[in-house]
Structure formats: structure tokens, C-alpha cells
């Protein structure tokens, strides 16, 4: 069992930055991959940024250069810092993490809200 905890969300004016976290327990040995996901009123969820065991990371276009994600093993957390926060950046954020056994855990999500 892996449990992922997010954190930092909150309210950031456009233009502005946040940093989530996401602090994983458990089983972390068996995470292989770890992600940020966002999910906006009325929309489905979708994929923000990914990052694997080895430091490979991969962006949605909507946030390439951005959004940075990173992933500091030794603290078993991976980050999201996002710059020039958009309005259309408003969501639940969730972490994801993936197992190499390709099983997928969830955090509960932290809300992030880009609003003047």
C-alpha cells in the first residue's frame, strides 16, 4: 500500500507561483513513476506532469514551461512548482503514483485557485 499527501495549494493571483507537494508513505519502494494531475469544475481530470524513478519528466502542453515537477527520493515527495499561474490553472490537484506493478494510488488533492 502506498499513501500520497498532498499539500501547498491555495490562492495565487495570475501571473503569481505555488509549490505542491506530495509526500508519499508506505510501500514507496515499489513507486515507479509519481504525477500531478488537476481536475477543474464541470471538466474530467487530466494529466499535468509526470516524473519517473530516474528524474524523465513529461509535461501536458497546457503547462510546458511553466510547471516544473521534480522528485527528491530521499524525502519521498515530489513537487509541482507552478509559475505564471493562468486562471484556467484553477483545480483540484491530485498526486498520483504508479507501482511497477502498474497499480495507481491517489492523494485526496489540494485546491489551487488563480484569481484576482
Known amino acids: 500500500q502506498v499513501q500520497l499527501a498532498e499539500s501547498g495549494g491555495g490562492l495565487a493571483q495570475p501571473g503569481g507561483s505555488l509549490r505542491l507537494s506530495c509526500a508519499a508513505s508506505?510501500?514507496?519502494?515499489?513507486?515507479?513513476?509519481l504525477g500531478w494531475y488537476r481536475q477543474a469544475p464541470g471538466k474530467e481530470r487530466e494529466l499535468v506532469a509526470l516524473i519517473s524513478s530516474g528524474g524523465t519528466a513529461n509535461y501536458a502542453d497546457s503547462v510546458k514551461g511553466r510547471f516544473t515537477i521534480s522528485r527528491d527520493n530521499a524525502k519521498n515527495t515530489v513537487y509541482l512548482q507552478m509559475n505564471s499561474l493562468r486562471p484556467e490553472d484553477t483545480a483540484v490537484y491530485y498526486c498520483?503514483?504508479?507501482?511497477?506493478?502498474?497499480?495507481?494510488?491517489w492523494g485526496k488533492g489540494t485546491l489551487v485557485t488563480v484569481s484576482s
Open positions: 508506505g510501500s514507496i519502494f515499489s513507486i515507479s513513476i
Open positions: 498520483k503514483g504508479r507501482t511497477f506493478g502498474s497499480r495507481d494510488y
